[in-house]
């Protein structure tokens, strides 16, 4: 059966609306080699022949499975509980679609109405939308609801140099052409001297929680000083770290945005992620994406529906906030289960185990002649470590010699930090790991 859906007749009559007589006239604009290119495609396989080759190609690369891990910087080895992997491979959850169709879809629909709850209550946000494709976006789109907010008439953004450098370029990405100024990132500043930043053409403040050096920074005050001066605060929070400490609703922020990948998603050498987005009631009509409401049926049961999208497709494209209309929906389904699974309790206790597990292997790493931990502020699962050698030539080490993933070398986006790495330490890695990772910098630095 052909899905193509374009008789002859269609495809002559397309072809002479445009003006061209044939396929070819039409691509008349590409060299003609590069038409049709010879594919160098190897002979058929077949699947057991398959099989052994992805093996093949699986062996060669570096897994949590086969190594001790210490990289973080934005993707995290959390623990899985089996059970998300068992209920995401459900039929109905696996493979379907957009939910426009509430009376077919109740099961889609609540589940995206349970994870927004919960990341409402995560975040201590009033409104959570149905996702972003990764932290990165939900950063992006943000910006562009402070920008609607102002209604257009501020449009310069406040940067941490602490948010993830990835995010920051993402966002000057996605916001090109937009007449979007972008400042306070150029060099590390206190959050004092990023207020001091602040002008009546600013829309948006944003900081990270923890920062991408995972330091956690005094924002007491912040919120208040911004919104005297009409400026909206985004926190860009790691969704484990708010299971101990203060949430960005606590903080007084107004936009709570961030990688929600460690909710119970693979690394999966970088996706498919999930970007949380959550913010105040006064905000929840000019975010993009979809937010799923809980209301009756003419039985008076209780029934889901799609509440607001306000999205380029469903209303007039001028007043549109953003062209997103694709949400992350099987990974929020992913967060939601690991959430529901782990609870209250469960989720401060990986917070906890993280914290700890950090902190002593920062302090016994500290001990080593030639390192040097940084203790200047509070941290949480990450921090940084003065070298005695060039991070690059102690990874190589880590890697080869002792199976062991070393952390990042925080001089690739940040000059001033040369021979300094960022160790992530969660709570995957064992006593036992951590004891070897510090054994390894020994040896390494004799």
């Given at each position: 059966m052909s899905y193509l859906p374009h008789t002859d007749a269609d495809r002559r009559a397309m072809l002479a609306a445009i003006g061209v007589e044939s396929i070819e006239e039409l691509f008349d604009a590409v060299p003609e080699q590069y038409r049709f290119p010879h594919l160098a495609l190897p002979e058929p396989l077949s699947e057991m022949e398959v099989l052994s080759e992805l093996y093949g190609l699986q062996a060669a690369n570096a897994s949590v499975q086969d190594f001790s891990l210490f990289l973080g910087a934005g993707a995290y080895h959390h623990f899985i509980p089996s059970a998300i992997n068992h209920i995401l491979l459900?039929?109905?959850?696996?493979?379907?679609?957009?939910?426009?169709?509430?009376?077919v879809s109740q099961g889609t629909l609540q589940a995206i109405f349970e994870y927004q709850s919960m990341l409402c209550a995560l975040t201590g946000m009033e409104a959570a939308n149905a996702s972003h494709y990764d932290g990165a976006t939900s950063l992006a789109e943000a910006?562009?609801?402070?920008?609607?907010?102002?209604?257009?008439?501020r449009r310069k953004v406040v940067l941490s140099a602490g948010i993830n450098p990835q995010y920051r370029e993402v966002v000057r990405t996605y916001l090109q052409g937009q007449d979007v100024t972008f400042v306070g990132d150029d060099r590390v500043r206190t959050p004092a001297e990023l207020l001091g930043l602040v002008d009546d053409q600013t829309a948006m403040l944003a900081v990270a929680y923890p920062n991408f050096f995972g330091q956690i920074e005094d924002f007491t005050g912040l919120a208040d000083s911004l919104h005297n001066q009409k400026v909206l605060l985004t926190l860009v929070a790691d969704p484990i770290m708010l299971g101990l400490f203060k949430s960005p609703g606590e903080l007084g922020a107004d936009m709570a945005v961030g990688e929600g990948q460690p909710l119970g998603i693979p690394l999966s050498f970088g996706g498919p992620y999930l970007g949380y987005f959550a913010c105040t009631k006064q905000l929840v009509r000019k975010i993009s994406g979809r937010i799923i409401g809980e209301t009756r049926d003419n039985r008076g049961q209780r029934a889901f529906v799609m509440t607001l999208r306000p999205r380029e497709q469903d209303i007039r494209r001028e007043k549109a906030t953003s062209n997103i209309c694709t949400n992350q929906g099987l990974m929020a389904l992913a967060a939601g289960i690991y959430l529901s699974l782990m609870g209250k309790c469960g989720l401060k206790t990986v917070a906890n185990l993280c914290y700890q597990k950090s902190h002593?292997?920062?302090?016994?790493?500290?001990?080593?002649?030639g390192f040097s931990v940084d203790w200047s502020k509070p941290?949480?699962?990450?921090?940084?470590?003065?070298?005695?050698?060039?991070?690059?030539?102690?990874?190589?080490?880590?890697?080869?010699?002792y199976g062991i993933i070393g952390g990042y070398d925080l001089a690739q986006d940040y000059p001033d930090?040369?021979?300094?790495?960022?160790?992530?330490?969660?709570?995957?890695?064992?006593?036992?790991?951590i004891d070897a990772l510090v054994a390894a910098l020994e040896e390494i630095a004799s």
């Open positions: 459900r039929g109905e959850f696996y493979t379907a679609y957009t939910p426009y169709q509430p009376e910006i562009i609801v402070a920008i609607n907010e102002a209604r257009g008439k002593y292997a920062a302090r016994e790493i500290d001990k080593l002649p941290f949480f699962k990450e921090f940084m470590v003065r070298c005695p050698r060039p991070v690059a030539e102690i990874n190589a080490r880590l890697l080869e010699d930090r040369a021979n300094t790495m960022l160790i992530a330490v969660t709570e995957m890695n064992t006593r036992e790991e």
